[in-house]
């Protein structure tokens, strides 16, 4: 990813409403499985360090520790948190085993040279027996767009795969659900149908009112996965497992 990209991503990882509602539905899903007020959660592949933030909020107590393969996401990261952030790779986490309550990657194993296997192999090993694990992944692969490149993801993925994958690392799925349904229909148009050949991605491109709006609509999702239960389809595929 360019500097461009992380400089809209350092700017709208706080507001925007993509990031608002996944943020939203990390601590919803944490939260329905966590047994403790202090964990240690590793954000791996922090980006510019939205995430960081909200769980900070979500959980004053915990021990965060964050890492990304770029160094200016995680200057950045490390600007907004103060938190212990290193540049490293999701496939070879800096961590002992058996060392976190909480690994979660959002949008990062995807990215083009990361070996996703080996990812949630590595996040496996760092998670106490009983840690959770919770990932967040593009939608279908024929949903693949220009966004996509202008963030260098390589690929996109069903909520079947995704299960499979976990269950190949050893972990045992919890609870997988599609997200971003409400919005799908116009997810689709706006790639497939009437792409603009932009030279940048779709982050921060929202007026205040619109991201009202979506940010608004996106919070209606949140109504059935508070009640577990799990959206048929949508933009994203997201996937809380466990350490047995």
């Known amino acids: 990813m360019d500097e461009i990209e992380y400089a809209l991503m350092d700017k709208a990882d706080g507001t925007m409403w993509w990031y608002r509602c996944l943020q939203e539905l990390v601590i919803l899903s944490l939260n329905r499985h966590l047994t403790t007020t202090a964990p240690v959660i590793l954000d791996a592949g922090c980006g510019t360090g939205g995430m960081m933030v909200r769980l900070r ?4 107590q915990a021990t965060l520790h964050g890492i990304d393969l770029s160094r200016t996401a995680c200057l950045r990261t490390r600007a907004k948190t103060g938190g212990a952030v290193a540049v490293a790779s999701v496939d070879r986490l800096p961590f002992p085993d058996a060392s976190m309550d909480i690994v979660i990657s959002t949008d990062v194993l995807t990215l083009a040279g990361v070996d996703e296997v080996r990812a949630v192999m590595d996040a496996r090993r760092c998670l106490k027996p009983g840690g959770l694990y919770l990932v967040n992944h593009p939608a279908y692969a024929w949903l693949m767009a220009d ?6 993801n390589a690929r996109r993925t069903t909520a079947g795969a995704l299960r499979g994958q976990l269950r190949a690392a050893g972990l045992k799925p919890l609870f997988v659900t599609y997200w971003n349904t409400v919005l799908f229909p116009l997810m689709v148009a706006r790639r497939k149908l009437w792409p603009n050949g932009s030279e940048t991605s779709d982050v921060g491109r929202f007026s205040g009112s619109l991201n009202q709006v979506l940010n608004g609509l996106c919070g209606l999702e949140r109504v059935a996965l508070r009640r ?3 959206l048929p389809f949508g933009g994203s595929v997201l996937a809380v497992a466990t350490r047995a």
Do not use: N
């Open 147 to 152: 966004h996509d490149r202008h963030v260098a």
């Open 228 to 230: 577990g239960v799990a």
């Open 57 to 60: 909020q979500a959980w004053p």
